[in-house]
């Protein structure tokens, strides 16, 4: 949940972190609502970020939804670290 002004660089992290914005929701007098699917392991370090992108102005929540295959670039990356 993030005002308006700060939409932009919110949907950009969201997008960074390999995020799929699901929808936006108008939820009161110049605040939106952000419906994504984000990978858990792009989530840490969220909460500091958003932050301090919307000035201490946003909040959010995340639940389980279900698992995805990973992409094949990220796949070999985590391979090679286990392997090391």
């Not at 969201?14 to 995020?19: K, L």
């Not at 419906?35 to 301090?52: C, D, E, H, K």
């Not at 698992?67 to 090391?84: D, G, L, R």
Request: charged fraction near 20%.
């Amino acid at each position: 949940v993030v005002p308006d002004d700060y939409m932009g660089d919110v949907i950009g992290d969201i997008n960074s972190r390999r995020g799929q914005i699901q929808g936006m929701e108008q939820v009161g007098q110049g605040v939106q609502e952000i419906n994504a699917f984000v990978p858990l392991a792009s989530m840490f370090g969220y909460a500091t970020a958003l932050r301090s992108k919307t000035q201490g102005r946003g909040q959010y929540a995340m639940e389980p939804s279900h698992y995805e295959q990973v992409p094949k670039s990220i796949a070999e990356t985590i391979v090679k670290e286990k392997n090391n």
